[in-house]
């Protein structure tokens, strides 16, 4: 492609260069990613693998899901516990 004098036909080429980088990698990806499935699919532990990831996706989505419902105590509550706690202990 040759360089155009700027407006619409450089945007153009532009555009054309971008979207054939996106698609070179993407076919580069994938077919590392096939590499690597092949490679998996040859190995005699297969079952176990796909056992010890289902394993480990169950027990990331049990820490995601515990992260994100578990609400923390109020600052203010904390606050009055701990007073409370020395107010007990005669440390006022």
């Known amino acids: 492609m040759t360089q155009g004098a700027g407006g ?15 698609a ?3 076919v580069s990806t994938l077919g590392a990613a096939l590499g690597t499935v092949r490679g998996l699919l040859r190995r005699s532990d297969v079952a176990d693998l796909a056992a010890e990831a289902e394993q480990d996706l169950r027990a990331r989505g049990r820490i995601a899901l515990d992260r994100c419902a578990t609400v923390p105590p ?6 009055a ?8 202990s005669g440390d006022v």
């Open 8 to 22: 619409r036909e450089g945007l153009d080429e532009q555009v054309v260069l971008l979207v054939a980088g996106v």
């Open 74 to 79: 109020a600052h203010l509550e904390i606050l």
């Open 24 to 26: 070179d990698l993407a």
């Open 81 to 88: 516990r701990h007073a409370l706690s020395r107010r007990a």
